[in-house]
C-alpha cells in the first residue's frame, strides 16, 4: 500500500525563511530541469484513482513528454483521457 493515506502535519505559518527560500529555489531548477520536476511529483503527490484510492502520481508518456517539451506558455491541443490537466495541477501544486 502507498504511503499516501497520512495527511500533512505542522502550521505552515510557522515554517522558517529558510525553509521557504529552499522552496523558490528548488523551484528555480525544477524550471531549468525537466526531470527534477517529474521526480518530485513522482516522490511527494499522490492522486484519487477512479476506484477512489489513492496513489502515487506516476507521469504517463504523455505527461512526461508534455514537461520535456513544454515552454513557458503552452497551448495544449488535447486528447481526453491522457493526464494532462492532472499534470499541469501538479505543476501549479509544486509551484506554490
Do not use: H, Y
Not at 505559518?13 to 531549468?32: F, N, Q, T, W
Not at 517539451?69 to 501538479?90: C, D, E, F, P, Y
Amino acid at each position: 500500500m502507498d504511503d499516501c493515506a497520512g495527511g500533512v502535519r505542522g502550521d505552515v505559518a510557522s515554517k522558517r525563511l529558510g525553509e521557504v527560500d529552499a522552496l523558490r529555489e528548488m523551484g528555480r531548477r525544477m524550471d531549468r530541469r525537466p526531470g527534477l520536476l517529474i521526480e518530485a511529483a513522482e516522490k511527494i503527490l499522490c492522486i484519487r484513482t477512479r476506484e477512489g484510492q489513492l496513489r502515487r502520481l506516476l507521469a504517463n508518456p504523455a505527461q512526461r513528454a508534455f514537461e520535456e517539451r513544454r515552454g513557458r506558455q503552452n497551448i495544449v491541443l488535447k486528447a481526453r483521457q491522457m493526464g494532462i490537466t492532472t499534470w499541469v495541477s501538479a505543476r501549479f501544486f509544486l509551484r506554490t
